[in-house]
């Protein structure tokens, strides 16, 4: 992650968990700096981001500013990014769901017995995120993350974890839209125990269709999406 994505996407996530609210005022360019570790450069790359989504007023002499509506801009501004990128993220979950099923066919059938229950403290990481009075969306989609990978670090091979890390990589951005949809977080709970489950009773069919009808309900929502006008 470069150092300009990496302060856009901090500073992304105050505003839209309501840390920085509208009208707040952001950390000055030396105090952004200081706590980054990056040039002035990057900051103000970063801040004109930033502006460009229409999510803070840089007034000079003043500083930056939070706007008013920044919220439904950030929410709006993601749906344009799903409608954007949508033939594209349709395919990646696509492969996904495909490795997904190996991924969990390999754990019931191959799964050391120390490397399943390491994916059942996943399930549970996640389940209690998702069940937090005030979830924290870029917490849960980690957790999701960590999840999944758990799922293929379960098998006996050593290439599903590595693939399904980069491919969950590229998947980042609709994945915080996704899981902050009303519902989607106790829904992914529900289907990530029916995987659980499934693998835990050594029955590779059914947790191989599990995992694949999990990927598909997300990929059926991205496909049929449109972004509020």
Known sequence: MS???QIREQLLRGIRQGELAPG?????EREL??????????VR????GLEAMGLVSVRHGRGTFVRDGSAARYEDSFGR??????????ELLAVRGA??????QEAAVNGPPERVERMVEAHRAFLDAAAAPRPEFDRIAELDVAFHVSVAQAGAGGLLPVLLTDLHGLLTESRLITLARPGQASRSVVEHQAIVDAVLAGDPAEAGLRADEHVARVRRWIADFRAPT
């Open 3 to 5: 150092a300009t994505h």
């Open 24 to 28: 707040s005022v952001l950390p000055s």
């Open 33 to 42: 700096c200081e706590v980054f570790g990056v040039s002035r450069v990057s």
């Open 45 to 48: 790359e970063a801040i004109a």
């Open 81 to 90: 990014y799903l409608e954007l990128h949508r033939g594209q993220l349709v």
């Open 99 to 104: 490795l997904d099923r190996l991924a969990a």
